[in-house]
């Protein structure tokens, strides 16, 4: 079964708008990190944000927030007053329990936003 | 500057031609981790390494392998690439211990590997 699901292939937004990336995610460990990381066309991966699981507020960073439900086992990236340097893609993943062995990051398939002018 | 570099950052070879891809953090990581990115099928752990001398396989691992003998440098070997292999690949480095920082990982740049 697939651990982080994003629903979301592609996603058009207007300039200055903001916009949420859906995220999904499938865990039964207690301690795990959520992230979300910036794909350019140049492919490096940038580093957005992230959300520990016993995190009790909703991560921000500058204009990116993480929208954590845990119950509903999601983590919505929200991000607002949208740029044209947004345009990206967007991954969503999770790292288990990082007391113990190999915690491997495990992506989702991604997310292409397009920022319109 | 806190980084982890590759080297190179594209390469295009042919099948069955040994190459190595470096990697080398500054950041005194005891984890680091090799990806690589296919379309539709987002990341996918490749070998990952705990600490010197400490490797193991991912999720991918078969037409690769690795080494760890100094903390610092954790080159990804193919020693026969076939174009299965023609993929974009990115190093990883993490603290090894349970604190708040080691949740993430920090990325190199990527490698373009093309094999024909």
């Known amino acids: 079964a697939q651990k982080i699901t994003q629903t979301q292939p592609g996603m058009f937004v207007q300039e200055k708008e903001a916009v949420t990336l859906d995220c999904t995610y499938d865990?039964?460990?207690?301690?795990?990190?959520l992230f979300w990381y910036k794909q350019p066309s140049s492919g490096e991966m940038i580093f957005l944000i992230y959300?520990?699981?016993?995190?009790?507020q909703n991560a921000t960073e500058g204009r990116y927030s993480l929208n954590f439900q845990k119950a509903r086992k999601s983590a919505n990236l929200v991000i607002s007053a949208s740029q044209l340097g947004d345009s990206a893609m967007y991954f969503c993943?999770?790292?288990?329990?990082?007391?113990?062995?190999?915690?491997?990051?495990?992506f989702g398939k991604g997310t292409r936003l397009s920022v319109i002018a | 500057e806190a980084q982890v570099t590759q080297n190179p950052r594209y390469l295009i070879t042919v099948t069955g031609k040994k190459l190595t891809v470096t990697c080398s953090q500054n950041m005194n990581h005891e984890y680091m981790s090799w990806y690589r990115q296919d379309p539709g099928l987002g990341l996918r752990q490749i070998y990952y390494s705990m600490n010197v001398e400490v490797t193991d396989k991912g999720d991918v691992p078969e037409g690769y392998k690795v080494s760890r003998k100094e903390k610092r440098n954790f080159p990804l070997i193919l020693e026969s690439p076939s174009p299965n292999q023609t993929s974009l690949y990115f190093c990883a480095s993490s603290s090894g211990r349970g604190e708040l920082p080691s949740y993430e990982q920090y990325f190199g740049p990527g490698t373009r590997l093309t094999v024909t």
């Open positions: 993943a999770m790292r288990e329990s990082p007391y113990s062995g190999n915690t491997p990051l495990v």
């Open positions: 865990t039964s460990d207690q301690s795990y990190g």
């Open positions: 959300q520990g699981s016993y995190d009790e």
